[in-house]
């Protein structure tokens, strides 16, 4: 017995000897040792898989040019919950030299002095107001200060199947539409939708001509296309209460009114997620939606049929896009079962109306390496850059100089309609609203309130307006008391 | 105290000391130091800023424009937690009962069926709320499928249903009762036989002899499970964060899901603190009402 369990203990040993030769000579290690002598920037990004390798393109380009020149070298890591683990390491001392954030966090994040301002070095550079879109630059600044640049920026626009409006003309034309054109206005948009509505046998939708719902990441954002927004930033003021904002929820509403709210949450519970073949666009059972200029590569990966309509059906990815060199824009975009439109506003005044939104990098406060880090996201910056990951991302630019190579031969060809937007007047990004997380979370709350008809549009507003003011107000106090204290202990 | 008493606890010191250091450092200072972070505006990156109260006012009862008082989320999610745990714990609570009643009568396979029955607590929380989602799926789930299978033209909305979330979230707890039913499996066995026989010679029938034998002497063990379940409810987070994110419409929205968002989405770290102290005294009274019911419900075996 003893012998036994001698055997049995010396195998077990050895076995563990082993799983630890084999971790040590096969296990996971630092995939790029930086080379010596160059300044490590560390940099943080939300983005894994394809879009996490393209951006590690950009970080090699980087190091092997102007990183080599400079002495620096970036290491790029994909972190998850990027936001939160930024803020944790600032708070501890440790932060990455520039960190990927969203759009959301800047107000958020300078209000708590968690970033580097970086006026003073992005002007060095020569990046100035007039270098960006205004919706975009506007977007970067919170209180008169630069706080990020942006890595990659987008809008939203409405997507809709050409090959189902081919299909369901004549209904189209019955609600007085044109199916050889999407629709111009918020009612036109209604009476599309309407006539292109399919049930099936039990009286479920089974083919939603629009759906609010679907995908419903910019319904907080539905009062842009009524010419209102829910924040005043000047005033520092809700504005839930005013006409237009309760318009544009109303709107959304009717859809739940027409339809029901059990019906479409039930189509919303039989459709796919968003980045798989059953995502109701891509399936066909969604037929406008609001999307990004994003949607031309998921389509292409997810179901690239629909990105070759009448030719090029057996070419893959590249060779296609070589080949569509070759034509103009408009032969390009007739090859694609589906196309991009402005969201068609409420009022022709509102004309090119979007939400301008977009991922950010930032220097976070207390980084060790400032100056080197913003002379990567200066190099991010670049045109040439800037065109090259938006390329790759399929996102449209946020600088003022557009390239024709990057507006004719962009993986989407409906590239020109987003630059357009964010170049309109009334193109809107996230106002600078510090704490906006939690309107965000109370505003999906009372949107849900609204479509599901728990509550009427006004009193749904109202309450929100009343809690988020008082939120406000409270973080204001706050803010004031704590510069009151920071001005006792200094005196 | 001797020398060698002395040295004796210092030896027995540093063996416990990596379990109390841990204590100390990962548990007993964050406690302590979460209580103080009640009392202040803390957001991680600026210092924690006093303001007395102000956080437990503000959560409780600060008045609002239309009559109400303190933060009405904070209301919603604690109704909603209590909502949930007026259905969940007894509903746990007599299934894992029932359970194991059934699973201690002496039958062919039993081990096999203890095996079912406590298979569905290993798999992990994720995976079982991933899994659930489809089977409450409105179109394409295996329940409204059953449903209307039997003739129910119009199934609800399961999780998409303010009305029919929770009650579903309830339901789908009774998944996990395979801990329980092992301990109260664990109760069952410990139960006398000579008292079973001494019954069945008094003429006591099955009723009495589980009303007036079985459910007396595995007492403590349900009392246990009390407490337990009491805890387990009032702190459900991970299964309703992945199934309904708090939706719709905050129908199931717990109170830990609110304190996490003002802490980690909002920032507001003194705010989640007033919270987390809240918590801990409602789930310190409740445990302190059953503790003192138990005298009149609880007998153990040695008094």
Request: proline letters at 6%.
């Amino acid at each position: 017995m003893g012998l036994l369990l001698r055997q049995l203990r010396n195998t077990l040993l050895g076995l563990f000897v082993l799983a630890a030769a084999v971790l040590l000579v096969f296990g996971p290690r630092r995939s790029t040792r930086p080379p010596a002598g160059r300044v490590v920037v560390t940099y943080w990004e939300k983005w894994t898989g394809t879009e996490g390798a393209q951006m590690q393109q950009i970080v090699d380009e980087f190091n092997n040019t102007v990183g080599r020149e400079k002495g620096i070298y970036v290491q790029y890591l994909s972190v998850s919950n990027v936001d939160r683990k930024t803020l944790v390491a600032t708070a501890a001392g440790v932060p990455p030299d520039v960190a990927g954030l969203w759009d959301a966090q800047i107000a958020q994040f300078a209000a708590m002095d968690a970033l580097e301002p970086l006026d003073e070095m992005a002007r060095a550079c020569g990046i100035t107001s007039d270098y960006y879109k205004p919706v975009y630059w506007k977007a970067c600044t919170y209180e008169g200060r630069l706080w990020g640049l942006i890595s990659t920026p987008w809008a939203v626009a409405l997507h809709y199947n050409k090959r189902i409006f081919q299909e369901k003309a004549e209904a189209i034309r019955k609600a007085g539409g044109d199916p050889s054109r999407p629709p111009r206005t918020i009612e036109e948009l209604d009476r599309y939708a309407e006539a292109l509505d399919e049930r099936d046998e039990m009286g479920r939708l089974k083919v939603a001509g629009y759906l609010p719902l679907e995908p419903g990441w910019f319904m907080v954002h539905t009062p842009f296309w009524f010419g209102a927004s829910i924040y005043d930033e000047h005033s520092q003021r809700f504005t839930l209460t005013d006409q237009r904002v309760i318009q544009a929820f109303q709107w959304l509403r009717s859809y739940s009114e027409r339809l029901g709210p059990k019906s479409m949450t039930d189509f919303r519970a039989g459709a796919g997620g968003f980045s798989g073949t059953l995502n109701p666009f891509l399936a066909g059972t969604l037929v406008m939606e609001q999307q990004g200029p994003w949607m031309a590569n998921y389509i292409e990966e997810q179901r690239p049929s629909m990105n070759r309509w009448k030719m090029f059906k057996d070419l893959k990815r590249n060779e296609k896009l070589a080949a569509e060199r070759k034509l103009s824009v408009e032969e390009r975009r007739a090859n694609y079962e589906w196309g991009a439109a402005p969201f068609p506003p409420s009022d022709p005044a509102y004309a090119g109306a979007t939400f301008a939104g977009f991922d950010v990098l930032v220097i976070p406060a207390g980084s060790k390496h400032k100056k080197e880090a913003f002379e990567f996201i200066a190099y991010v910056n670049r045109q040439e850059v800037m065109e090259k990951i938006c390329s790759l991302h399929c996102k449209n630019s946020c600088l003022t100089k557009v390239s024709d190579e990057f507006r004719n031969h962009h993986p989407n060809p409906y590239i020109e309609v987003f630059e357009n937007l964010v170049s309109s007047p009334n193109a809107r990004a996230i106002p600078p609203c510090p704490i906006w997380p939690e309107v965000v979370d109370e505003m999906n709350s009372t949107i849900q309130n609204i479509y599901l008809l728990n509550a009427t549009t006004e009193e749904a507003l109202r309450e929100a307006q009343e809690r988020l003011q008082q939120k406000l107000e409270k973080f204001k106090e706050r803010q004031a008391q704590r510069r009151r204290a920071l001005a006792d202990a200094r005196r | 105290m001797r020398a060698a008493e002395l040295r004796q606890l210092g030896k027995g010191m540093a063996f416990i000391s990596p379990w109390l250091i841990g204590f100390i450092v990962f548990t007993l200072l964050p406690v302590a130091m979460s209580l103080y972070y009640s009392f202040t505006d803390f957001a991680l990156l600026k210092g924690p800023l006093p303001v007395g109260l102000d956080n437990y006012r503000e959560l409780m009862w600060e008045p609002h424009p239309r009559g109400r008082f303190g933060d009405p989320h904070f209301w919603n999610s604690l109704k909603n937690t209590f909502y949930y745990a007026a259905m969940a714990l007894p509903a746990g609570m007599l299934v894992s009962l029932g359970l194991a009643l059934l699973l201690n009568v002496r039958l062919f396979g039993q081990a096999v069926y203890r095996t079912i029955i406590f298979l569905p607590s290993l798999v992990p929380a994720v995976a079982s709320a991933m899994l659930w989602m489809w089977l409450f799926n409105s179109k394409l789930g295996l329940i409204n499928a059953a449903l209307m299978s039997l003739g129910v033209k119009d199934p609800p909305g399961w999780l998409s249903d303010p009305r029919w979330a929770m009650p579903a979230l309830a339901f789908m707890s009774l998944w996990g009762v395979g801990h329980t039913v092992v301990i109260y499996l664990a109760g069952l066995q410990d139960v006398p036989t000579e008292l079973y026989e001494a019954a069945e010679i008094d003429g006591a029938g099955r009723w009495r002899r589980l009303w007036h034998v079985t459910l007396p002497m595995i007492s403590p063990v349900i009392f246990f499970n009390l407490i337990m379940a009491i805890i387990g409810t009032l702190q459900v987070f991970a299964v309703p964060m992945i199934m309904t994110g708090g939706g719709p419409a905050r129908a199931t929205q717990f109170y830990t899901m609110y304190l996490y968002d003002n802490a980690f989405s909002y920032l507001k770290m003194g705010y989640a603190s007033a919270m987390a102290w809240i918590q801990l005294l409602i789930i310190l009274a409740l445990t302190a009402v059953a503790f003192w019911s138990s005298r009149h419900w609880v007998h153990y075996q040695g008094k």
